[in-house]
């Protein structure tokens, strides 16, 4: 089972980003996605800068995917699309099926935001040419398992095992709302909140993360306990999504836990301080998404 260290999901800025890389290049993470996948007002790094970003990894020995823009907005979206699909050196993780008909059968990842559900909509995909699949955030291990049986270890698969959910992606910002800002002048307030910016109920409950267009679990998904069960079920990758801080040490603790050098119970007790908030894993349980259900 490998290690995949999922996109940025925030604005972070250019030397915070290339630093970011520069560490995850040590770490045991063996696939890396980079690229802007939520809002294209986010221009700290353009693709030239990805692109340069991705071969430095790639000299470190990591398997590299470029990740396209989840939710397509404007005619500069859809120039952006197609030079990340045009590019030869490396494969791309498809978030919208804009990107699949663009990328002409081409081998590719089809991204958690596709929607996956069933058997035929995966076989569609792996017919457009998909070699890898990233299961949809809500599928649990019981739906996994169904659709595993009947594909045979044909495509790989990739489960979200950590990280804040994106939930929902809106044609609105809501985090410039949040200032009384309009989206065309935002004045890049994400880069505030490099982790989200937190929503609580009136109770002071941790309820929804705001990251501009996109709307994240409050609580941190985190299927570490769940390390064998995800194996079991044909599991090949499981991606961790950075965080602003400690995402190297989370990384350690999934290797650890993966290759058998810890247990769960003492790895458990060491990744909850280095969560931005509680944990959850019920969606792979078959429970609501925000439970936190034993292994």
Avoid at 76 to 88: E, F, G, M, Q
Avoid at 108 to 130: C, D, H, I, T
Avoid at 156 to 175: H, I
């Amino acid at each position: 089972m490998k290690i995949a260290l999922g996109p940025i999901q925030y604005y972070w800025s250019r030397n915070e980003v290339v630093a970011f890389y520069g560490q995850m290049a040590e770490s045991a993470a063996s696939i890396v996605y980079l690229g802007e996948t939520v809002c294209s007002r986010r221009h700290e790094l353009r693709l030239p800068d990805w692109l340069d970003i991705a071969r430095d990894l790639a000299a470190c020995g990591k398997e590299v995917i470029l990740s396209t823009q989840t939710l397509l907005e404007a005619e500069s979206d859809l120039k952006t699309l197609r030079k990340i699909v045009a590019n030869d050196a490396f494969t791309v993780e498809a978030n919208d099926m804009g990107a699949v008909h663009c990328l002409q059968g081409k081998p590719f990842v089809a991204g958690p935001f596709l929607n996956l559900f069933n058997v035929q909509s995966l076989e569609l995909l792996m017919a457009q040419g998909a070699k890898r699949w990233v299961m949809p955030l809500e599928m649990s291990q019981q739906g996994l398992a169904k659709i595993q049986a009947e594909l045979k270890g044909l495509v790989e698969t990739e489960v979200f095992a950590y990280g804040r959910l994106p939930l929902a992606f809106s044609a609105r910002c809501f985090t410039a709302r949040n200032r009384n800002l309009p989206k065309d002048n935002c004045q890049y307030v994400c880069m505030e909140h490099p982790d989200g910016l937190m929503m609580k109920t009136r109770e002071s409950q941790p309820f929804l993360v705001l990251n501009g267009i996109q709307t994240q679990s409050a609580l941190v998904y985190n299927l570490l306990a769940d390390v064998d069960s995800m194996r079991e079920t044909g599991v090949a990758i499981v991606r961790i999504s950075p965080q602003w801080r400690d995402t190297d040490k989370v990384v350690e603790l999934y290797d650890a836990v993966i290759n058998n050098r810890l247990d769960v119970a003492s790895a458990m007790a060491q990744i909850e301080p280095l969560m931005p908030e509680q944990g959850c894993n019920g969606y792979w349980h078959g429970k609501p998404g925000l439970e936190q259900v034993a292994a």
